[in-house]
């Protein structure tokens, strides 16, 4: 069983930048593709961006392309997000997740297995 839990958000104005992070404990972080997901109120959770066991593929929503990087330290069992130029419409709650598919670059949420509790990412206008 993994345990993640995210931390790094806050409220931010547009145009600012925050790094979310997502700790691991309790399995081989490493054999697992992560991704990141978000959920603004009242609409379904999308996908943000996500990235095989050993950082080899990343994969990105088009509108996060060029504006977000996620990686992971293996050594830290840790993913990032950088979220820079950030926009009202990213504001939301951000969720990682670990799927045991560790070549999967997985843009749905039912390709993973384990969640977290998400953190909260406001962005002012």
């Known amino acids: 069983q993994v345990q993640l839990i995210e931390s790094g958000g806050g409220l931010v104005q547009a145009g600012g930048s925050l790094r979310l992070s997502c700790a691991a404990s309790?399995?081989?972080?490493?054999?697992?593709?992560m991704g990141w997901f978000r959920q603004a109120p009242g609409k379904e959770r999308e996908f943000v961006a996500a990235?095989?066991?050993?950082?080899?593929?990343?994969s990105y929503e088009d509108s996060m392309l060029g504006r977000f990087t996620i990686s992971r330290d293996n050594s830290k069992n840790t993913v990032y997000l950088q979220m820079n130029s950030l926009k009202a419409e990213d504001t939301g709650v951000y969720f990682c997740a670990a799927n045991r598919a560790r070549y999967s670059i997985g843009r749905t949420p039912s390709v993973y297995s384990y969640w977290g509790q998400g953190t909260q990412v406001t962005v002012s206008s």
């Open positions: 309790g399995g081989t972080f490493s054999s697992y593709s």
């Open positions: 990235i095989t066991y050993n950082s080899g593929t990343t």
